[in-house]
């Protein structure tokens, strides 16, 4: 069974940053691509960023690409979320995701392991 637990949400001003993590339970975790997901109010889940399983691979949606940068460290079966210039459209709850695969994919039925999410809140 595998868990993912996210952590590093909070309240934020407009062009402030926050670094969420995502640790993960499992001898497989090397193997999988990571994918972030966010749902904001009122709103269906969408597809924010995804990373390979080597980290040599990465998409964005185009809502986050210049501000959003994912990484990942495999030795610590951790995967990360950097937001810079954070917006208060960027107000969501975020989810980290495991792929099927081990390369980038970014639809939701890609993916079956999910973590409870975190919340994100970004003030204008």
């Known amino acids: 069974q595998v868990q993912l637990v996210e952590s590093g949400g909070g309240l934020v001003q407009a062009g402030g940053s926050l670094r969420l993590s995502c640790a993960a339970s499992g001898r497989t975790f090397s193997t999988y691509a990571m994918g972030w997901f966010r749902q904001a109010p009122g709103k269906e889940r969408e597809f924010v960023a995804v990373?390979?399983?080597?980290?040599?691979?990465?998409s964005y949606a185009d809502s986050v690409k210049g501000r959003f940068t994912t990484s990942r460290d495999n030795a610590k079966n951790t995967v990360f979320l950097q937001m810079n210039s954070l917006k208060p459209e960027d107000t969501a709850v975020y989810y980290c995701?495991?792929?099927?695969?081990?390369?980038?994919?970014?639809?939701?039925?890609?993916?079956?392991?999910w973590g409870q999410g975190t919340q994100v809140t970004v003030s204008s």
């Open positions: 995701a495991r792929a099927r695969v081990g390369y980038v994919v970014d639809r939701q039925r890609e993916f079956d392991y």
């Open positions: 990373i390979s399983w080597s980290g040599d691979s990465t």
